[in-house]
Nanobody, 129 residues
């Protein structure tokens, strides 16, 4: 059974930084796309970032426009997972952040929820103004 375990959430002030980590067990990330979604209070879940193999690029990353330039997703081979470095945080970044892994090997990192069949339990990020 594939499981994802997130860590690193917390409370931070506007302009601060946090680093989220996600470790996968039961499946190697080598051929699977991984990413992050979030759900803000009272809103639908939304895509944040994803990383995976695209053609000859083993770590192609993609971001939602709202976080581009502030967030960076990277793989952590030692932990068989991914990390999300979040800088210059804003109040609208507040929410529960979910780590995800793609449904099939070789999947490109995309923003569609349906691409991902494994979800972590979520970690809370709160940005105070």
């Amino acid at each position: 059974q594939v499981q994802l375990e997130e860590s690193g959430g917390g409370l931070v002030q506007v302009g601060g930084s946090l680093r989220l980590s996600c470790a996968a067990s039961g499946r190697s990330l080598s051929w699977y796309a991984m990413g992050w979604f979030r759900r803000a209070p009272g809103k639908d879940r939304e895509f944040v970032a994803a990383i995976g193999r695209v053609g000859a690029m083993p770590n192609y990353d993609t971001y939602d426009d709202t976080v581009k330039g502030r967030f960076t997703i990277s793989t952590d081979v030692g932990k068989n997972g991914v990390e999300l470095q979040m800088n210059n945080l804003k109040p609208e970044d507040t929410g529960v952040y979910y780590c995800v892994m793609s449904r099939r090997p070789g999947a490109a990192p995309r923003h569609y929820e349906s691409d991902y069949d494994t979800w972590g339990q979520g970690t809370q990020v709160t940005v105070s103004s």
